[in-house]
Structure formats: C-alpha cells, structure tokens
Nanobody
Framework: QVQLVESGGGLVLPGGSLRLSCAASGSIFNIDHMAWYRQAPGKQREDVAAISPDGTTNYADSVKGRFAISTDNAKNTVWLQMNSLNPEDPAVYYC??????????????WGQGTQVTVSS
C-alpha cells in the first residue's frame, strides 16, 4: 500500500502564492508519474500538473506559466508551486501517484486532499 500525505493548502489573496507538498510512503515501485489534480464544488475533476521521474512535466492550459510542479525522486515527494492565484483556482487539490508493481500491473493511489481558497 502507498500513502500520500498532502500539505500546504490554505487561504490566500488573489495574486498570491501557495506551495503544496505531497509525500509518498509505503510500497513504492516503478513510478510512472506523480501528479496534482483539483476539484471545485459542482465541477469535474481537473488535471493540474504531472511530472515523470525523468523530470518531464505537463500542465493544464489554465495553470501554464503560473504553476510549477517539481519532485525529489529520492524522497518520493512532489511539490506544486502556485503563483498568481485567481478566483478560478480554489478547489480541493489532490496528489496522485501512478506506479507499476513487480508484475507490471498499474497501481494508483491518491491523497486526502488539501483545500486552496482564494479570497480577498
């Protein structure tokens, strides 16, 4: 089993910044990627950013240029630096990891989520 623990959410003024972190622990095998997604009330889940162990990143168009995902492979930790936060960004942000177990079966795990609120 893999546990993901997120932290760093909170209340921020429009235009402000937050940095989310996510630490994975447990039986971690071949990581395909780690990622952040978010879900606001009444809206569908949105993929925010993803990063592969080789550093390849992908971002949703809505956050490109404002958010940056990074990782420490040795610590199985991923961060999401969020700048220029705006009223479209509030949501519960979730961390996820996709791995392949020793039998090459894909396995995904999610964190409990951390709330991000943008308000003046």
């Amino acid at each position: 089993q893999v546990q993901l623990v997120e932290s760093g959410g909170g209340l921020v003024l429009p235009g402000g910044s937050l940095r989310l972190s996510c630490a994975a622990s447990g039986s971690i095998f071949n990581i395909d990627h780690m990622a952040w997604y978010r879900q606001a009330p009444g809206k569908q889940r949105e993929d925010v950013a993803a990063i592969s162990p080789d550093g390849t990143t992908n971002y949703a168009d809505s956050v490109k240029g404002r958010f940056a995902i990074s990782t420490d492979n040795a610590k199985n930790t991923v961060w999401l630096q969020m700048n220029s936060l705006n009223p479209e960004d509030p949501a519960v942000y979730y961390c996820t990891i996709l791995m392949y177990d020793p039998n090459n079966i894909p396995y995904a795990s999610w964190g409990q989520g951390t709330q991000v609120t943008v308000s003046s």
